[in-house]
């Protein structure tokens, strides 16, 4: 094969890779129309329903160590100390929920049309198209079977990898719209600000202490109210954990659900269709350039953060 030829072929299979990527542009808005607003966001968040109401919490409590082992990890790459990248693309995300798991079967069927269990056919057809009409019919045969198991490979290997950081953003805006819920709760019932579980938990664990301290105050239950009014008693450290854990389990609750009402948002705001638009660029860019892990969304740092300042908070609250 001349080395013009070979040039072709590789200008070919540059193309196809792009015009299957731009046809998986064009599909995300209906595929977001479909899936992210109703009646199809029942279709998608109904899956919550069973064990995922175990699995949704152990997630909200895996993520924080998650994002703390991957900066430590990224950190260590930048230092050039060897295998940190790789180890770092390697952690999973949490357990797969139901809902997580048909939403990327969702994402592969219909956004990157793949029907079988390898994406040789969406991607390697796209490649074979342009190389005949680019070239000629029977150059198509010169990308060889092992040439398209190969891309095949690489696509799986950065999409694996994607759907991994989806499923991860889907934890944060569970975790997010706890924030606002928390927050909610507590401007409505308290007239406290309490961005997340714990500071609603120390809220009630001081409810709590002081029902039982007025309960028991030695002049009476009315005299017990004013008085602690003034000097409010400090709940003790069972109250404090009681309390945080029972509202941790109403959170991880509606976390479970929380796509109901978060999908339509995020789909009316755009976000999903910048997400998943950003996804699909990302790994157009990986395979072209036979790099992993370039998509990495900002979500679940948000949620992070917003999670420590809660903390924060709760410190210099009591």
Same mark, same amino acid.
């Given at each position: 094969?001349?080395?013009?030829?070979?040039?072709?072929?590789?200008?070919?299979?540059?193309?196809?890779?792009?015009?299957?990527?731009?046809?998986? +542009?064009?599909?995300?808005?209906?595929?977001?129309?479909?899936?992210?607003?109703?009646?199809?966001?029942?279709? $998608?968040?109904?899956?919550?329903?069973?064990?995922?109401? @175990?699995?949704?919490?152990?997630?909200?409590?895996?993520?924080? &160590? !998650?994002?703390? /082992?991957? /900066?430590?990890?990224? %950190?260590?790459?930048? @230092?050039?100390?060897?295998?940190?990248?790789?180890?770092?693309?390697?952690?999973?995300?949490?357990?797969?929920?139901?809902?997580? *798991?048909?939403?990327?079967? /969702?994402?592969?069927?219909?956004?990157?049309?793949?029907?079988?269990?390898?994406?040789?056919? *969406? /991607?390697?057809?796209?490649?074979?198209?342009?190389?005949?009409?680019? %070239?000629?019919?029977?150059?198509?045969?010169?990308?060889?079977?092992?040439?398209?198991?190969?891309?095949? +490979?690489? $696509?799986?290997?950065?999409?694996?990898?994607?759907?991994?950081?989806?499923?991860?953003?889907?934890?944060?805006?569970?975790?997010?719209?706890?924030?606002?819920?928390?927050?909610?709760?507590?401007?409505?019932?308290?007239?406290?600000?309490?961005?997340?579980?714990?500071?609603?938990?120390?809220?009630?664990?001081?409810?709590?202490?002081?029902?039982?301290?007025?309960?028991?105050?030695?002049?009476?239950?009315?005299?017990?109210?004013?008085?602690? #009014?003034?000097?409010?008693?400090?709940?003790? &450290?069972?109250?404090?954990?009681? #309390?945080? *854990?029972?509202?941790?389990?109403?959170?991880?609750?509606?976390?479970?659900?929380?796509?109901?009402?978060?999908?339509?948002?995020?789909?009316?705001?755009?976000?999903?269709? !910048?997400?998943?638009?950003?996804?699909?660029?990302?790994?157009?860019?990986?395979?072209?350039?036979?790099?992993?892990?370039?998509?990495?969304?900002?979500?679940? !740092?948000?949620?992070?953060?917003?999670?420590?300042?809660?903390?924060?908070?709760?410190?210099? #609250?009591?």
């Amino acid at each position: 094969m001349t080395n013009v030829r070979k040039a072709a072929i590789e200008h070919a299979i540059e193309h196809g890779i792009r015009e299957y990527f731009n046809q998986c +542009q064009s599909r995300a808005p209906d595929f977001i129309r479909q899936h992210y607003r109703y009646p199809g966001c029942w279709q $998608l968040n109904k899956h919550a329903f069973g064990f995922d109401l @175990l699995r949704a919490p152990l997630n909200l409590v895996w993520a924080p &160590v !998650y994002v703390s /082992l991957v /900066l430590s990890l990224l %950190i260590l790459g930048f @230092l050039r100390i060897p295998k940190t990248m790789r180890w770092a693309q390697q952690l999973p995300g949490g357990l797969t929920t139901r809902v997580q *798991a048909h939403a990327n079967t /969702l994402i592969k069927h219909e956004l990157l049309l793949v029907q079988n269990v390898t994406l040789e056919n *969406a /991607l390697g057809a796209a490649v074979v198209g342009h190389l005949e009409k680019l %070239i000629d019919p029977n150059s198509a045969h010169a990308m060889s079977e092992q040439d398209r198991a190969a891309l095949s +490979q690489k $696509l799986e290997a950065v999409v694996a990898d994607a759907l991994n950081q989806l499923m991860l953003t889907r934890t944060a805006s569970a975790d997010i719209s706890n924030t606002v819920f928390s927050t909610a709760v507590g401007a409505l019932a308290f007239k406290k600000f309490t961005p997340g579980g714990v500071g609603i938990g120390l809220m009630i664990a001081a409810l709590w202490a002081k029902a039982q301290a007025q309960t028991n105050f030695f002049l009476g239950n009315t005299l017990g109210g004013w008085y602690y #009014s003034i000097f409010p008693p400090q709940p003790d &450290v069972m109250e404090i954990s009681v #309390s945080i *854990a029972a509202v941790l389990c109403l959170l991880a609750v509606v976390a479970s659900f929380s796509g109901l009402v978060t999908d339509p948002i995020q789909a009316h705001l755009g976000l999903h269709k !910048y997400r998943l638009r950003k996804m699909l660029a990302r790994l157009e860019k990986d395979v072209l350039k036979n790099t992993r892990g370039s998509f990495r969304p900002l979500d679940p !740092y948000v949620a992070r953060i917003l999670e420590l300042f809660d903390t924060l908070k709760a410190q210099f #609250s009591f």
